[in-house]
């Protein structure tokens, strides 16, 4: 079956526009993660989005990062005033449940330049 | 404190033999899981292998196995008979039960990684 898909595949933008990154869960998959990873680092969490639920925003790195996932769907991830520092892989992963034993499936990622 | 603790940057190993990889974690929560991903040049992440904190065997997946030490905190992942397409960067996570968001349990934490290298 499809897996988790995220669009666009690349995106170079110049300092201080907005930009905004989009996953596709896996179908049925009720919990939705992004993520962001800085050239040759691990994965740092951002938000996590579990059914009809607030979103955890605990990962965050400022208000200049918001989310949205409309029900069990697709989620956006929206990037205003992009700085240097945002340059990075962001990467969304979607589970059928959160917790216990069930991984996380992760899309292809969005690499994201900012010049 | 960093919660995943992956001490090697970079490992090589000979085709077919057998290889380690290190991780320690930190937590005070009884309740945890632990994860490790798989990720290629090509920047995917794959699932590798799950071990629970009250499993009482160590997990096993083909080549893959965990090599769980509860008290003293390290979870690693040793891959049997090594290929070339092996080589990639292999990432420890771990999932705490407490942080829970909703009723429900949440994100990983990842190391920083461990870049592996298989000789032919």
């Known amino acids: 079956g499809a897996g988790v898909s995220q669009s666009p595949s690349n995106k170079v933008t110049e300092k201080g526009k907005d930009v905004e990154l989009r996953c596709d869960p896996i179908s049925g998959h009720t919990a939705l993660y992004w993520y962001r990873q800085r050239l040759g680092q691990g994965l740092e969490f951002l938000i996590y989005?579990?059914?009809?639920?607030?979103?955890?925003k605990s990962g965050l790195p400022s208000d200049r990062f918001s989310a949205e996932r409309t029900g069990e769907s697709v989620s956006t991830l929206t990037i205003q005033r992009t700085q240097q520092e945002d340059s990075a892989v962001y990467l969304c992963?979607?589970?059928?449940?959160?917790?216990?034993?069930?991984?996380?499936?992760f899309g292809p990622g969005t690499r994201l330049t900012v010049t | 404190a960093q919660k995943i603790t992956q001490t090697q940057p970079g490992m090589f190993v000979q085709e077919k033999e057998a290889v380690t990889l290190d991780c320690t974690y930190d937590?005070?929560?009884?309740?945890?899981?632990l994860f490790w991903y798989k990720q290629p040049s090509s920047g995917e992440m794959i699932f590798l292998i799950y071990q629970g904190s009250y499993d009482q065997q160590n997990a096993t997946e083909g080549r893959y196995s965990l090599n769980f030490q509860k008290a003293r905190k390290s979870a690693n992942l040793v891959i049997s008979a090594s290929q070339l397409g092996d080589s990639a960067m292999y990432f420890c996570?771990?999932?705490?039960?407490?942080?829970?968001?909703?009723?429900?349990?949440?994100?990983?934490?990842f190391g920083k990684g461990t870049k592996l290298s298989v000789k032919p």
């Open positions: 989005f579990q059914g009809n639920s607030a979103p955890d």
């Open positions: 996570a771990m999932r705490e039960a407490s942080r829970n968001y909703g009723g429900s349990q949440g994100n990983l934490i």
């Open positions: 992963a979607s589970s059928l449940v959160p917790g216990g034993s069930y991984e996380q499936y």
């Open positions: 937590t005070s929560d009884p309740s945890y899981g």
